[in-house]
């Protein structure tokens, strides 16, 4: 089966930096994604990881480790607007569909 | 704004009542994936239709069918509710041909349905 494991809650300040740990269990390796989502609002898509690395794009960057079956996601400059629900998924035995984490609730304080 | 739309936002019924969703996915998005998410289950992947065929099962009740339409809106059925069906469902799309397009889905903003 699959399985991924990430932190129920993190807190930071605003203005610092937070990374969110991803470990996954899974037969079929697709890649690692990332999604946000805000209290009672929709998931957003952030980021994919299908190779080794880091991946950037603006305060957020995502990172893969195959070999260790883990990756990241790094908020850098924290703003109020960045609490919220971070979640990794990998796809499923179906190879289409998405298995999401339980999800990690960030808090950014003033 | 995702471009997906899903009706009702909110769903208030009885237990053993009958319920449709219904989902447009995004212009030229031909996968369509539905997701139900609860308090205690988190975000769970149920069905998902590409191009009007069913190609991938998650963990959906036998209450429950799903399906995609020729002019691919989708719609969810769920039958004989319970108090436990009460969650968000999530309807997701995208462009469905391509490996890194089952990776990042558009969401639409759900349906709250509530069984008492």
């Known amino acids: 089966g699959q399985s991924l494991e990430q932190p129920s809650e993190v807190t930071a300040v605003e203005g610092a930096i937070v990374q969110i740990n991803c470990t996954y269990q899974?037969?079929?390796?697709?890649?690692l994604s990332w999604y946000q989502q805000h209290d009672g609002g929709a998931p957003t898509f952030l980021s994919y990881n299908a190779l080794d690395g880091l991946e950037e794009t603006g305060r957020f960057s995502s990172f893969l480790s195959r070999s260790d079956s883990y990756g990241y996601l790094l908020l850098q400059e924290l703003q109020m607007k960045d609490s919220a629900s971070y979640f990794c998924a990998v796809r499923d035995d179906s190879g289409y569909a998405l298995n999401f984490g339980k999800g990690t609730s960030l808090l950014v304080t003033p | 704004d995702s471009g997906v739309t899903q009706t009702p936002k909110h769903l208030i019924t009885a237990t053993g009542q009958r319920v449709t969703l219904r989902c447009s996915p995004r212009s030229g998005d031909l996968s369509v994936y539905w997701y139900q998410q609860s308090l205690d289950q988190g975000l769970q992947f149920l069905i998902q239709?590409?191009?009007?065929?069913?190609?991938a099962k998650g963990n959906i009740l036998e209450r429950f069918s799903a399906q995609q339409f020729p002019d691919l809106h989708s719609e969810l059925n769920l039958s004989s509710l319970e108090l436990g069906d009460s969650a968000l469902y999530f309807c997701a799309s995208s462009e469905g041909s391509s490996g890194s397009s089952y990776n990042e889905q558009f969401f639409g903003p759900g349906t709250r349905l509530t069984v008492l």
């Open positions: 899974t037969s079929g390796f697709y890649g």
């Open positions: 239709y590409y191009n009007g065929e069913e190609r």
